[in-house]
């Protein structure tokens, strides 16, 4: 297309255009048409069939960022159309003409101000008819850059919204198998995102890799580090191709930042969970350990058990054999002894018998177990006392004073713990 601005081409495209918009039966002559449509915020402008500026109203050159004189005669898409959506933007402006005078036209465009600033555009157009063919369209455009830019990312929060509600239902799906979880993952983020350019996408992870089958590892890539407990185990990667497109003007990001913050939520997922399953794993192997210590342990107790057993009946078995022993070949031969001899001499191997019975009796080693803080001269006592020997008897045994053994009667009682109850101490010592 030609942008001719001769003032003969101006002038005729002029008429033409008011002659349309006299058809129209919109009052030219009576009220100039820039003062009729007037408004503030609203561009009003009337196009040619090439594409032209015929007429635009102040509101619309000042969101150009140029006067509305300059700006007639210039074309529209050669001159404010970006040169990306120029080619787009006239084949589709073609078709809303050819479709005829009774059809509405509504067309968005990027167009690129005097000031040089980008912004979308959307005309709200009606074709304008001068003798049964159209030579123009009338439209009134707005700025919709800001509600462009806010409902491409509300779609792109929605679609990762998406994408990790879907991760939060495979962690339910997959229970405990990382590799099903990691390749439903890959499957996920490139059905959510509904990013057009990317090329297959993969995760390393502790050096294993998962990809996706369409997943080359050629052109562009994005990936975000997978955390667990604070270390760098992996990594999410996206391999994409390069955008010929504009980026969407007023947009605070680029779909790359997006990719990028998704990728980064996406590792995060994956870390936590990672991280959860392989605690739920460890705490598993650990219950099962300490189960078969448990079971361990339980054998070895029983087989303790059986052998404390052993030993108790065995030490039974030994304790009948000396007590036997004693009274069979020893018992009558001090009998014997005693025979004829004197006073000192009888009362010495009593006390041999004695102390020969008490050798196969359990008493002296129950004493020591429940009153340890007996001394060994008090367990000696003990043992005579038990026998049935009186204080005096016993002071002549040992070769002490009887005052010495009612005092040593007095704290085995007080050691015994009853020291201050009627109990007979010879019967008390016989319970042991």
Known sequence: MAIDVSRELIANRRRTVRNAVCCARIPWDSVNLLTYIRMGGIMVIILTADGSIAMINQSGSDMLGCESTSAVGLGWFDSFVC???????????????????TQAAYMEHQVVGADGRRRVFALHGTPLVDENSVVGLMAFG??????????????????ELRCLYGISRL?????????????????????????PRLRGARIILDGTEYRTADCDCQGLQLSADIMISGQKAGVVEVCYEESTTTTTPGRKNTPEDYLRNLLEAVAREIGKHTQRIRTEEQLIRASHELEQDRKILHDKNVAMR????????????LVERLQTNISSSITPLIDRLKLGTDQNSLALLTELQSRLEGVASPFLGNLQQNVPNLTPREREICSLIRNGLSSKEIATNLSISELTVQKQRQHIRSKLGIANRKVNLTTYLQTI
């Open 171 to 195: 962690k339910d799906e997959t229970g405990q198998d990382l590799q099903q979880f990691f390749r439903e993952c890959l499957k996920l983020i490139p059905t959510t995102t509904k990013y």
């Open 306 to 317: 059986e052998l404390l057993s052993q030993i108790e009946t065995e030490k039974a078995n």
């Open 142 to 159: 707005e700025d919709i850059t800001s509600r462009r830019s806010n409902e491409i990312q509300l779609n792109e929060r929605i679609a």
């Open 83 to 101: 040169e990306q959506q120029r080619e787009a933007a006239w084949n589709e402006y073609q078709k809303k003409l050819a479709a005829g005078p």
